[in-house]
């Protein structure tokens, strides 16, 4: 290559790797969510970013608006109110009283606007509360 062509070449090789760079840490910094508790979010400490809040979904708050999914999660005396407009689907196990983990952002009037919801699945194989634990040791017939 001669010296103009040689300049122009190596200006749009800089030009393309600086674009995929940004492009990269734009992308990644967008993917993070932070988990906050219900209490933080209410004290302003996830504004502005991406965040997965866990709670309780509060009994009779669930209800299907023409802009969404709109309903309450609970955490102890804290309630935050989450509006879901996601493409997926709503998960089968999402009802009154399920826990639920939500991810999105806080919008200006307080609603985390979900983009994914995911429910716990209660497992009928945890112990209720207060119950002995199991014995360790497994058990074999005839021993």
């Not at 299907?64 to 196990?93: C, I, M, N, S």
């Not at 919801?117 to 005839?142: D, F, L, N, V």
């Amino acid at each position: 290559m001669k010296g103009p062509t040689k300049g122009r070449f190596l200006i749009a090789a800089v030009v393309v790797v600086g674009t995929v760079v940004w492009l990269a840490f734009t992308g990644f910094e967008e993917s993070k969510a932070y988990y906050r508790t219900v209490e933080e979010v209410q004290a302003g400490e996830a504004a502005g970013r991406r965040l997965k809040v866990g709670g309780d979904v509060e009994e009779g708050s669930i209800e299907w608006k023409d802009d969404g999914l709109h309903f309450r999660l609970t955490q102890e005396e804290h309630v935050l109110p989450v509006r879901y407009r996601g493409a997926d689907p709503v998960p089968d196990t999402f009802k009154d009283g399920s826990q639920a983990v939500v991810e999105g952002k806080i919008g200006a009037d307080g609603v985390l606007e979900a983009v994914k919801i995911q429910a716990k699945c209660a497992s009928k194989y945890e112990a209720e509360y207060g119950a002995e634990a199991a014995e360790t040791e497994p058990r074999y017939p005839g021993s």
